[in-house]
């Protein structure tokens, strides 16, 4: 597939962030086009109020570990790393796309948001970023948690693999710390709630399809 103009959710084509071009070059998303930017940045599905509300979660923990669960084209990370440089930053995915055992009845297909190895090694250039390739949670076990965790990106789009995440990540997180949410409540991945509701958790609406749980 050729990539087009596109840095929202997989259906829906926006503007890029900051001085892209179109280009015909393989989309690093299954069946999800990006933007090539000129600048160096990579592509991130977070645009307008949803990278507000990215960056105001962020910068309103205290210390701790920042982790990003759901790396895909390495934007939303990039941006992270830049704009909070003292923070250290865990990028976690199975950099395979999404796990073929997690899709059965979900929107998304498996390998679907499968990052490129030019991401992945733009993201282990930042001094603050360490990718954890595996599949979650298997992939944090030998990690140090002493320190704790005061904010998570968490895009894992599919049930279970929400589901194991919060489960896995919340005895990890830090007073004041915060889970933000993507596609909550969006029509296409029910099951982002669904993981949330089961667990009894509270998480509160931020922008339409996002939610925060504070600790």
């Given at each position: 597939?050729?990539?087009?103009l596109?840095?929202?959710?997989?259906t829906q084509?926006g503007?890029?962030?900051?001085n892209?071009?179109?280009?015909?070059?393989p989309?690093?998303?299954?069946?999800?086009?990006?933007a090539i930017?000129?600048?160096?940045r990579?592509?991130?599905?977070?645009?307008?109020?949803?990278?507000?509300?990215y960056?105001?979660?962020?910068?309103?923990?205290?210390?701790?570990?920042?982790?990003?669960c759901?790396?895909?084209?390495?934007?939303?990370?990039?941006?992270?790393?830049?704009?909070?440089?003292?923070?250290?930053?865990?990028a976690?995915d199975?950099f395979d796309?999404?796990?073929?055992?997690?899709?059965?009845?979900?929107?998304?297909?498996?390998?679907?948001?499968?990052?490129q190895?030019h991401?992945?090694?733009?993201?282990q250039?930042?001094?603050?970023?360490?990718?954890?390739?595996g599949?979650?949670?298997?992939s944090?076990?030998?990690?140090?948690?002493s320190?704790?965790i005061?904010?998570?990106?968490?895009?894992?789009d599919?049930?279970?693999?929400?589901?194991?995440?919060?489960?896995?990540?919340m005895p990890?997180?830090v007073?004041?710390?915060k889970?933000?949410l993507?596609?909550?409540d969006?029509?296409?991945?029910?099951?982002?709630?669904?993981?949330?509701?089961?667990?009894?958790l509270?998480?509160?609406?931020?922008?339409?399809?996002?939610a925060?749980?504070?600790?």
């Amino acid at each position: 597939a050729l990539a087009l103009l596109c840095v929202d959710i997989p259906t829906q084509c926006g503007q890029p962030q900051g001085n892209a071009i179109l280009a015909a070059s393989p989309s690093p998303f299954v069946g999800a086009p990006i933007a090539i930017e000129l600048n160096g940045r990579l592509p991130t599905l977070l645009t307008g109020p949803k990278l507000k509300a990215y960056f105001r979660a962020a910068g309103s923990v205290p210390e701790g570990l920042f982790v990003e669960c759901g790396v895909a084209g390495g934007g939303s990370v990039q941006r992270l790393a830049k704009r909070f440089p003292d923070r250290k930053i865990l990028a976690f995915d199975t950099f395979d796309g999404l796990p073929g055992e997690h899709t059965k009845n979900e929107f998304h297909r498996p390998g679907q948001f499968a990052p490129q190895v030019h991401v992945i090694e733009a993201l282990q250039a930042l001094p603050n970023v360490e990718v954890q390739p595996g599949l979650f949670p298997a992939s944090m076990a030998d990690l140090d948690w002493s320190v704790g965790i005061a904010f998570v990106h968490l895009d894992f789009d599919l049930y279970e693999s929400t589901r194991d995440a919060l489960k896995a990540l919340m005895p990890l997180m830090v007073p004041g710390g915060k889970i933000l949410l993507d596609d909550y409540d969006w029509p296409h991945t029910p099951g982002v709630r669904k993981a949330v509701d089961e667990l009894g958790l509270e998480a509160r609406k931020v922008t339409k399809f996002q939610a925060v749980i504070e600790f």
